[in-house]
């Protein structure tokens, strides 16, 4: 599982009823059933890993989380999780409200694309910045919507969703302190949240 993966997980309690919307492989909602007796299901797109999903014996649908969502029932799951996906949506204000509709807490986890590195590639070089966390090209990119920190979280106050607690990190998904809390928006590579309606 992603590193990143690991602080995910440890914001959802055990037993809880979980939606992982892009879902990816299955690793999150597969550890999430096994080690915290979770029920859920997974909304995948692409369909090698929807197929990942089904021979990991995960609970899936295939399709485009932005088409799924309506079809949930309001209050069908404790929690909905949205990890490193925010970006490549195409109405992200959409896909929170509708994650608040079908759960009571949010878990979103997201690229920072103020991180000092993006800022200082863009300004020196004159070109999009290509990195660990962020290997694509600006012409093949899956990232149409950029946001950083203060963005989101400025989204998340207009939506109405309360920011229970945020966990900053870096590249390989690893917790980072100290300066960064300061300045989250320059130093911190990503970030996890855990968001209540």
Same mark, same amino acid.
């Given at each position: 599982?992603?590193?990143? *993966?690991?602080?995910?997980?440890?914001? +959802?309690?055990?037993?809880? &009823? @979980? /939606?992982?919307?892009?879902?990816?492989?299955? #690793?999150?909602?597969?550890?999430?059933?096994?080690?915290?007796?979770?029920?859920?299901?997974?909304?995948?797109?692409?369909?090698?890993?929807?197929?990942?999903?089904?021979?990991?014996?995960?609970?899936?649908?295939?399709?485009?989380?932005?088409?799924?969502?309506?079809?949930?029932?309001?209050?069908?799951?404790?929690?909905?999780? *949205?990890?490193?996906?925010?970006?490549? +949506?195409?109405?992200?204000? &959409? @896909? /929170?409200?509708?994650?608040?509709?079908?759960? #009571?807490?949010?878990?979103?986890?997201?690229?920072?694309?103020?991180?000092?590195?993006?800022?200082?590639?863009?300004?020196?070089?004159?070109?999009?910045?290509?990195?660990?966390?962020?290997?694509?090209?600006?012409?093949?990119?899956?990232?149409?919507?950029?946001?950083?920190?203060?963005?989101?979280?400025?989204?998340?106050?207009? *939506?109405?969703?309360?920011?229970?607690?945020?966990?900053?990190?870096?590249?390989?998904?690893n917790r980072v302190g100290g300066l960064a809390n300061r300045a989250p928006n320059l130093l911190a590579e990503r970030a996890v949240y855990s968001l209540e309606t």
């Amino acid at each position: 599982m992603r590193p990143d *993966l690991d602080i995910v997980a440890s914001l +959802v309690c055990s037993g809880q &009823r @979980v /939606l992982d919307l892009g879902c990816g492989d299955g #690793a999150l909602l597969e550890n999430l059933i096994n080690e915290r007796e979770c029920s859920g299901l997974g909304v995948e797109r692409e369909l090698d890993d929807f197929h990942a999903c089904i021979s990991r014996g995960v609970p899936v649908t295939q399709g485009d989380l932005e088409a799924e969502l309506p079809r949930f029932s309001e209050g069908e799951f404790d929690v909905a999780v *949205l990890s490193l996906t925010l970006q490549a +949506v195409r109405h992200p204000d &959409r @896909v /929170l409200t509708e994650m608040k509709r079908v759960a #009571a807490r949010l878990v979103v986890s997201l690229p920072n694309f103020a991180h000092w590195r993006l800022r200082a590639t863009l300004a020196v070089r004159g070109r999009m910045p290509v990195t660990d966390s962020l290997p694509y090209q600006w012409f093949d990119t899956p990232n149409i919507h950029l946001c950083t920190i203060r963005d989101f979280e400025s989204l998340a106050r207009d *939506l109405g969703l309360g920011i229970d607690r945020r966990i900053l990190i870096d590249a390989t998904g690893n917790r980072v302190g100290g300066l960064a809390n300061r300045a989250p928006n320059l130093l911190a590579e990503r970030a996890v949240y855990s968001l209540e309606t």
